[in-house]
T-cell receptor, first 114, second 117 residues
Framework: GEDVEQSLFLSVREGDSSVINCTYT??????LYWYKQEPGAGLQLLTY?????DMKQDQRLTVLLNKKDKHLSLRIADTQTGDSAIYFCAESMYSGGGADGLTFGKGTHLIIQP | GAVVSQHPSRVICKSGTSVKIECRSLDFQATTMFWYRQFPKQSLMLMATSNEGSKATYEQGVEKDKFLINHASLTLSTLTVTSAHPEDSSFYICSAKSVWGSSTEAFFGQGTRLTVV
């Protein structure tokens, strides 16, 4: 079955870049997502990338996809204290008219050091 | 972005009782809603997919008689945990996909923390 793996913790200093990594096993994944979960809040979609892309940039966020290695990363430039949260990697097979549930990783807890 | 409201955010119930969790899409219509469960330090696991007006599709290992899902309208889906036991204590979260266009985004509710005592 599908599996999405990511490390549980990442600690970075304020102002540095954070790179959160994710690997997945389902080669038929069509969309890959990064979600942010702040304490007591629901999941917030940060960005997503189609499987036919290898990079997507959105302000401080850069997503890199290596489809051959099934590796996805999220880079947050100039990390701020407000970026402290759990970041979930997720994948889905979008089937056009249908709608698929997402397969999530366990989430990476991003810890910001002053 | 679109808003999905989940209620209640926290609930404590006695073992053996039933609990209903509501998931509403506030400003869009959702033909499909998803229910996830998250145990501590675990990933969110898809429990079931519910389509408006039809029976929900449950993932393997999820008891349909225990987790009753009703999706009676395009803006409301409910999950009822029947005869709850302490092992059902978890974080339950719903998501909804818009019926319009080719949007691939699923909007999430804020989740419900269920504690069964």
């Amino acid at each position: 079955g599908e599996d999405v793996e990511q490390s549980l913790f990442l600690s970075v200093r304020e102002g540095d870049s954070s790179v959160i990594n994710c690997t997945y096993t389902d080669s038929s994944s069509t969309y890959l997502y990064w979600y942010k979960q702040e304490p007591g809040a629901g999941l917030q979609l940060l960005t997503y990338i189609f499987s036919n892309m290898d990079m997507k940039q959105d302000q401080r966020l850069t997503v890199l996809l290596n489809k051959k290695d099934k590796h996805l990363s999220l880079r947050i430039a100039d990390t701020q204290t407000g970026d402290s949260a759990i970041y979930f990697c997720a994948e889905s097979m979008y089937s056009g008219g249908g709608a698929d549930g997402l397969t999530f990783g366990k989430g990476t807890h991003l810890i910001i050091q002053p | 972005g679109a808003v999905v409201s989940q209620h209640p955010s926290r609930v404590i119930c006695k073992s053996g009782t039933s609990v209903k969790i509501e998931c509403r899409s506030l400003d869009f219509q959702a033909t499909t809603m998803f229910w996830y469960r998250q145990f501590p330090k675990q990933s969110l696991m898809l429990m079931a997919t519910s389509n408006e007006g039809s029976k929900a599709t449950y993932e393997q290992g999820v008891e349909k008689d225990k987790f009753l899902i009703n999706h009676a309208s395009l803006t409301l889906s409910t999950l009822t945990v029947t005869s709850a036991h302490p092992e059902d204590s978890s974080f339950y979260i719903c998501s909804a996909k818009s019926v319009w266009g080719s949007s691939t985004e699923a909007f999430f509710g804020q989740g419900t923390r269920l504690t069964v005592v």
